[in-house]
């Protein structure tokens, strides 16, 4: 499993958070038994804190885990600690996509739905460029050439020999229609689009709305994400991009009603190889 100080985090708050509440300790009672507070405590419960190792073992012992699950939540804790590929950017992107970040590399697999836009994801350079440009204007040069340097980091999951990202995507045609960045650009986007489908079969899998399909709930709605994670003790997350807001979900309600959007939204696209047909043939249409 590809590592992620973010997931190394989150996985081992959870499993403190478990615990504690299984002992019906209060995190006021299990700070105060440490020496610390119980923002302490939640702040190392929800990942968006560090504790050291011996602050670890105390904890620990407060809430009766046995030397094996102490080790456990050691190794954790080191691969919390660890930098991140993405950290060198911290500076221009908000805590919250920070975090997203962490948690898309350390996911086993992403289900997505992209509404009027190819996947952040399978984007080439130069599309993503005209995004930035389209979308901020004023942004120079400089950093918007940085922000797609992380995009193009992002993907590399997808090319992963030993632990590739599985990558299940709903885009609407209207998406392959769009001339982002112009004729050019959106050859070249779609070009990509095709190989990425063809290298990667088992991994890769992009599906299209077409135009004919009816009505289904993503219709209108946002882009979003669905991560999963190798690990039984973790979670689905949601990823959720607008045109002015993100948001990081983790409740379970709101988790399944975007699993069922993604679920019915599959069911109104084509299959792999209608979709990879219907890429190709608007891709002819540009020439």
Same mark, same amino acid.
């Given at each position: 499993?590809?590592s992620?100080?973010?997931?190394?985090?989150?996985?081992?708050?959870?499993?403190?958070?478990?615990?504690?509440?299984?002992?019906?300790?209060?995190?006021?009672?299990?700070?105060?038994?440490?020496?610390?507070?119980?923002?302490?405590?939640?702040?190392?419960?929800?990942?968006?804190?560090?504790?050291?190792?011996?602050?670890?073992?105390?904890?620990?012992?407060?809430l009766?885990?046995?030397?094996?699950?102490?080790?456990?939540?050691?190794?954790l804790?080191?691969?919390?600690?660890?930098?991140?590929?993405?950290?060198?950017?911290?500076?221009?992107?908000?805590?919250?996509?920070?975090?997203?970040?962490?948690?898309?590399?350390?996911a086993?697999?992403?289900?997505?739905?992209?509404?009027?836009?190819?996947?952040?994801?399978?984007?080439?350079?130069d599309? #993503? =460029?005209?995004?930035?440009?389209?979308?901020?204007? &004023?942004?120079? /040069?400089? %950093?918007?050439? +940085?922000?797609?340097?992380?995009?193009?980091?992002?993907?590399?999951?997808?090319?992963?020999?030993?632990?590739?990202?599985?990558?299940?995507?709903?885009?609407?045609?209207s998406?392959?229609?769009?001339?982002?960045?112009?004729?050019?650009?959106?050859?070249?986007?779609?070009?990509?689009?095709?190989?990425?489908?063809?290298?990667?079969p088992d991994?890769?899998?992009?599906?299209?709305?077409?135009?004919?399909?009816?009505?289904?709930?993503?219709?209108?709605?946002?882009?979003?994400?669905?991560?999963g994670?190798?690990?039984?003790?973790?979670?689905?997350?949601?990823?959720?991009?607008?045109?002015?807001?993100?948001?990081?979900?983790?409740?379970?309600?709101?988790?399944?009603?975007?699993?069922?959007?993604?679920?019915? #939204? =599959?069911?109104?696209?084509?299959?792999?190889?209608? &979709?990879?047909? /219907?890429? %190709?043939?608007? +891709?002819?249409?540009?020439?």
């Open positions: 499993m590809t992620s100080p973010s997931v190394a985090g989150w996985e081992l708050g959870l499993r403190l958070r478990e615990r504690r509440e299984l002992m019906d300790v209060t995190a006021a009672s299990a700070g105060k038994a440490i020496d610390t507070s119980q923002s302490y405590i939640s702040g190392v419960e929800s990942g968006k804190l560090k504790i050291n190792a011996s602050k670890l073992a105390e904890l620990a012992a407060v009766d885990f046995d030397a094996t699950e102490l080790e456990e939540l050691q190794e804790r080191e691969a919390a600690g660890k930098r991140a590929w993405w950290s060198p950017y911290s500076a221009m992107f908000s805590a919250e996509v920070l975090r997203y970040f962490g948690f898309e590399a350390g086993e697999s992403i289900r997505a739905y992209s509404a009027g836009m190819i996947t952040s994801l399978l984007q080439t350079e599309y #993503a =460029m005209a995004i930035m440009n389209g979308g901020a204007p &004023s942004i120079r /040069l400089a %950093e918007a050439n +940085r922000r797609v340097e992380v995009r193009m980091k992002r993907q590399q999951r997808l090319d992963d020999p030993d632990d590739p990202l599985k990558l299940t995507t709903v885009i609407t045609e998406a392959l229609r769009q001339m982002v960045g112009g004729p050019t650009v959106m050859a070249a986007q779609l070009d990509h689009l095709a190989a990425k489908i063809d290298q990667h991994t890769i899998d992009v599906r299209v709305v077409p135009f004919s399909a009816d009505y289904h709930n993503a219709i209108g709605g946002s882009t979003f994400y669905l991560l994670f190798a690990s039984s003790r973790l979670p689905e997350l949601v990823w959720q991009e607008t045109v002015s807001t993100t948001d990081l979900i983790d409740q379970p309600m709101r988790i399944r009603e975007y699993s069922l959007a993604h679920s019915q #939204a =599959m069911d109104h696209a084509l299959d792999r190889t209608g &979709s990879l047909g /219907l890429i %190709e043939r608007i +891709r002819k249409e540009i020439e």
